[in-house]
T-cell receptor, first 115, second 112 residues
Framework: DAGVIQSPRHEVTEMGQEVTLRCKPI?????LFWYRQTMMRGLELLIY????????DSGMPEDRFSAKMPNASFSTLKIQPSEPRDSAVYFC?????????????FGPGTRLTVT | QKEVEQNSGPLSVPEGAIASLNCTYS??????FFWYRQYSGKSPELIMS????GDKEDGRFTAQLNKASQYVSLLIRDSQPSDSATYLC????????????FGKGTSLLVTP
């Protein structure tokens, strides 16, 4: 069974450029999460979706960040324009809501470097 | 901001010993607790979940939860060098939507 898929795995871009990160959740999962991880701040939740609808975007750092989930099998996180402080590892995770379980499963991540 | 605290480490234990990792949380409404393992350069991997006070065992791993004292721990028996990783504690509160609150992790080093 395929896990969460993310692309690209590595992205190097120059300040001011647009960056798009992609995620395919585990088939059948109804929740999708975008996280950012840095040494300084640890793992931070940016936004999450339920059944393709954004539920909580309070972690999105500023208007330069946007996320979409056009269907159950695809989501994007876009940064425009990118800045050096956006350099981090971005993870996508998915989950299947059950009565008792809130377990999340992570993709391999995208390492973003903005120069 | 509800806090999840972990000692950053590194926690160094010899091969074969028991590694004990601790996590405290500030939100008394927390109800679900998770341990993730993250190898360097890799993504977090779920290894244990616990919902009720007491112990939960899975192979060499035991999760312990004490809601009154607001702590959750992870014991790793017969530690192996392959257990060397960062261990993240995550906490969920039933009325906070579906978000998990992660600690910054404890680095574990198992020495041969």
């Amino acid at each position: 069974d395929a896990g969460v898929i993310q692309s690209p795995r590595h992205e190097v871009t120059e300040m001011g450029q647009e960056v798009t990160l992609r995620c395919k959740p585990i088939s059948g999962h109804d929740y999708l999460f975008w996280y950012r991880q840095t040494m300084m701040r640890g793992l931070e939740l940016l936004i999450y979706f339920n059944n393709n609808v954004p539920i909580d975007d309070s972690g999105m750092p500023e208007d330069r960040f946007s996320a979409k989930m056009p269907n159950a099998s695809f989501s994007t996180l876009k940064i425009q324009p990118s800045e050096p402080r956006d350099s981090a590892v971005y993870f996508c995770a998915s989950s299947l809501r059950t009565h008792y379980s809130y377990e999340q499963y992570f993709g391999p991540g995208t390492r973003l470097t903005v120069t | 901001q509800k806090e999840v605290e972990q000692n950053s480490g590194p926690l160094s234990v010899p091969e074969g010993a028991i590694a004990s990792l601790n996590c405290t949380y500030s939100d008394r409404g927390s109800q679900s607790f998770f341990w993730y393992r993250q190898y360097s350069g890799k993504s977090p991997e779920l290894i244990m979940s616990i919902y009720s006070n007491g112990d939960k065992e899975d192979g060499r791993f035991t999760a312990q939860l004490n809601k009154a004292s607001q702590y959750v721990s992870l014991l790793i028996r017969d530690s192996q060098p392959s257990d060397s990783a960062t261990y993240l504690c995550a906490v969920h509160r039933w009325d906070s939507g579906y978000a998990l609150n992660f600690g910054k992790g404890t680095s574990l080093l198992v020495t041969p």
